[in-house]
């Protein structure tokens, strides 16, 4: 049987955490999800990225916004440098420096509901390249007040980068984009429909397709199957509900698990503790591997 993909790579305990990489990698990355937000600028190479069944074409200085918990993968051209700076971003940092008329997380909402890319201008990239060199230095400093300045660096850099979302630039190169318009629709009735129904038959009727195109169509484009993208999001809103204060068995209910013994099973499998241990933690918990795939 074909393994299934959809793994939640690394942990996050940091206020944000900065990564320059460059390298040449042959070897290409299952789609997988994160519980933080990430931004990824790229430099160099020649490189598509898969977001929830979205690909867009990178060009230098491109920035990306991966939102939490969306499924992603590179593709990465082979025999050729990939180099990027990516950063992971905590949440709780963003809402502790912004406020409710400038909410820093902005630029996440709104790419997880229309694009998540934003290329920049000549006035913005050069408004914003030296914020990244400056922060890069101060990130691998030892002396005083650099951990101040590198959070100050930081915000000023997630300033500029909403603003861009709020109001892109002009006279830039369209974004090249491509996705399936009937997938994309699939997906975004499964994402606000959790609690419901999402059989296979279901969605198949609904969106008049049928049942094993749709399920060959759905893999092809976000690296899941149906069974797997609608258990593993329904995780996710619960794991949230959980960590707001919900009861575990409530919880369960509203994310579609009728089978509460096998929602524990499945929860505790996913996020390695059960769902009641994991709402009096307070900390982002690793699964799986660490790793950076940019």
Not at 77 to 103: K, Q
Not at 120 to 134: D, H, Q, R, W, Y
Not at 168 to 179: A, G, H, L, R, T
Request: proline fraction near 3%; hydrophobic fraction near 35%; charged fraction near 25%.
């Amino acid at each position: 049987m074909e393994k299934e993909p959809g793994i939640k790579r690394g942990y996050l305990e940091d206020d944000f955490k900065f990564f320059h990489l460059k390298d040449r990698n042959n070897i290409q990355f299952e789609h997988h999800y994160h519980d933080f937000n990430k931004i990824i600028i790229f430099l160099l190479g020649d490189v598509i990225y898969n977001i929830e069944g979205k690909n867009y074409k990178l060009k230098p200085w491109d920035v990306l916004f991966v939102p939490a918990n969306q499924v992603h993968k590179p593709i990465i051209a082979p025999d050729r440098d990939y180099e990027r700076i990516v950063i992971w971003i905590n949440n709780r940092f963003l809402e502790e420096h912004g406020n409710c008329d400038n909410d820093l997380l902005t630029c996440f909402n709104m790419a997880r509901d229309k694009k998540h890319l934003v290329r920049l201008g000549v006035n913005s990239l050069n408004n914003i390249k030296p914020i990244l060199v400056n922060l890069e230095k101060e990130l691998k400093k030892i002396t005083f007040g650099s951990g101040i300045l590198a959070n100050a660096l930081f915000v000023q850099f997630m300033v500029y980068i909403n603003r861009l979302f709020l109001k892109p630039d002009k006279q830039v190169e369209d974004i090249e984009v491509e996705f399936d318009e009937q997938i994309q629709k699939v997906i975004h009735f499964i994402n606000e429909n959790l609690s419901g129904d999402l059989s296979i038959a279901t969605l198949s009727e609904r969106f008049y397709i049928n049942k094993y195109y749709l399920m060959h169509k759905f893999k092809a484009n976000t690296g899941f199957s149906i069974h797997s993208y609608v258990n593993n999001k329904r995780l996710q809103k619960s794991a949230a509900l959980i960590k707001s204060g919900k009861a575990p068995s409530d919880a369960a209910g509203e994310c579609g698990f009728n089978d509460y013994s096998s929602f524990v099973r499945t929860f505790s499998k996913m996020y390695g503790m059960s769902p009641r241990k994991y709402g009096k933690s307070t900390l982002e918990h690793p699964v799986n591997s660490f790793q950076v795939e940019g």
